[in-house]
């Protein structure tokens, strides 16, 4: 496992937001599934984000995935030259989830706080230490954002990756 997020607001109040914003998006057919998930993966998907948001964090989430056996080894790639092949699942796998995912709902709790607290913007910063930033990231780095926005876009967020913080390995959160 690489470096662990820095998450600067996940108290109690942002856990409870993020438990509510978890369950909004089972309710609502929004929780993302990897396809890398197997059938326990799929089955214990839910309990486990749910557990790690009221109680620990995306690293913690990524051994208990990793413990768990939840992705599959092999999957079905396109080739270049337009056939399929299977390879093996990188060992990441259920790091970059976890992380992804986590955060994903540690953001939208973050947007819930700031619309609370009548704060008009949440500013974008490096959670995660990366050795070399995309230039795409780094560019995101101090950016304020409108936290009623921002909490739309990652509510709607779904595998098209529309939300420019979400992007696998970005490393960036919010705060205000």
Known sequence: MSTMFNFKKLDQRTRTLMVEEIDLAIQNNKLYFSTRFNDRGRNGWPGALRKAAESSDSHRLAF?????????????????????????VPDTAAETLADGQFNRFYIAAICRRAI?????????YRAKFSQEPRPESAALEGAARNPKDL??????????????????????????
């Open 64 to 88: 208990d995935l990793q413990q768990a056996s939840a992705m599959k080894h092999m999957e079905g790639r396109a080739t270049p030259s337009g056939g399929y092949t299977t390879a093996h």
């Open 116 to 124: 609370e607290d009548n704060v008009s913007s949440v500013i974008v």
């Open 151 to 176: 909490l739309e876009e990652v509510r709607d967020h779904d595998t098209s990756l529309k939300c420019d913080l979400l992007k696998p390995n970005s490393g960036l959160s919010i705060d205000y």
